[in-house]
């Protein structure tokens, strides 16, 4: 197996990224139990903690022309006359790039949010939400794990593309130990479970839709432990500090829309990124991509009481406000029973394996 150092196929910029921090580490001597939902939450992130190396059968590979075999649609080029001019194995180079470049953005975001997830135990000042983002924290490194295997078998890997790292960057020099939660746990967090759950429906790779399957589980709890937090915090807040953080989740909402466009992919196998732009935008693609993106984020942020003029007339702009309404707790619960039934598909496969191995005749 390559080392992943060895895979990308653009040079990161450096080995290291340090971003400079300045925020107060809070100590809490209140022990005694806190918010009951809280509570309820810590208590699942302790019980549900899992061995990527056991729960995932590494020995499954990746189909050859297209690694996770999604359906041609979901390539954004897909249509374009440059790619329908191209060899199959060209074709398959472009899926591979893609789709590599997409898992290296999950890789490189699940480390964003395992650092973020370590100041927020140092920072916030509640000891029940220090409790579970201590959870949160092993479960980034599982995740940052996982894709990190994925993509060795990729055979291609990319740094994390100029948006998202402009967002963290953003998430982590701010000293307010909210804005970590916001950039975090409601705008990375929630636009990546959308992404995964475009990759867990639709992938007809077994590893690859087990890898994001098991990821969106836990991912659903932390967003959910943003939202709590933040629902309480922020009625306490004054009006202008309400508009301060709307004016930055519009900011990073726009971010995190643009971070799609792989422009890194399309320069690296020699085609025109405005012309692969200008394929997308036309047939429509990205504009119905981009939408389904939000429909975590949006209806977490009316939840959470940041729905004031700023918010609600820039996602309309996006086109995205009608997500306001989604049931967020429905969306947590099919995430949690989806990946249990990929756990019994599993368990299944092993006990058929297991018979038939034991009717083998001896020798």
């Known amino acids: 197996m390559p080392s992943l150092k060895d895979i990308y196929a653009i040079e990161p910029d450096g080995s290291k990224w340090s971003v400079p921090q300045n925020y107060d580490v809070n100590f809490n001597w209140d022990y005694d139990d806190g918010r009951v939902a809280m509570a309820g939450l810590y208590r699942k992130g302790v019980e549900m903690q899992w061995d990527a190396n056991t729960r995932i059968d590494w020995t499954q590979e990746l189909d050859e022309d297209n690694p996770e075999q999604l359906p041609e649609a979901m390539l954004p080029i897909a249509g374009m006359a440059q790619y329908e001019a ?18 290296s953005q999950f890789m490189q975001g699940e480390q964003g949010a395992l650092i973020c997830a370590a100041k927020i135990v140092t920072q ?34 990319y740094p994390m593309t100029p948006p998202l790292q402009e967002l963290i960057d953003q ?15 409601v705008v990375i967090e929630g636009l990546a479970l959308a992404a995964f759950q475009q990759i867990r429906d639709h992938a007809q790779n077994p590893l690859a839709a087990a890898v994001n399957a098991y990821v969106m589980q836990d991912e659903s709890r932390h967003v959910a432990f ?32 643009d971070r799609f466009d792989a422009v890194e992919v399309w320069k690296t196998l020699g085609l025109n990124p405005a012309d692969c732009a200008a394929h997308m935008y036309d047939s429509g693609f990205m504009q119905m991509f981009r939408s389904s993106l939000f429909t975590r984020i949006v209806p977490i942020v009316k939840d959470i009481g940041l729905w004031g003029p700023t918010i609600t007339k820039g996602y309309e702009t996006m086109g995205i406000l009608g997500f306001a309404d989604a049931d967020v707790q429905a969306l947590q619960e099919d995430d949690d029973n989806i990946a249990k039934e990929f756990d019994a598909r599993k368990t299944y496969v092993e006990s058929v394996m297991a018979r038939a191995g034991a009717m083998e005749p001896a020798e």
């Open 86 to 103: 191209m060899s199959r194995q060209e074709k398959a180079t472009v899926r591979r790039h893609f789709q590599g470049w997409q898992i």
């Open 124 to 157: 916030v000042p509640d000891m029940d939400s220090k409790f579970y983002a201590s959870t949160q924290v092993i479960d980034e490194a599982r995740h940052v794990e996982s894709y990190k295997r994925l993509l060795e078998k990729f055979k291609v890997a």
């Open 171 to 185: 998430v982590l020099r701010d000293s307010r130990w909210d804005m970590t939660y916001l950039g975090m746990q």
């Open 226 to 257: 943003g939202r709590l937090a933040l629902r309480d915090y922020y009625p306490q807040l004054s009006q202008a500090e309400r508009n301060e953080r709307e004016e930055f989740l519009l900011e990073a909402c726009y971010l995190m829309r």
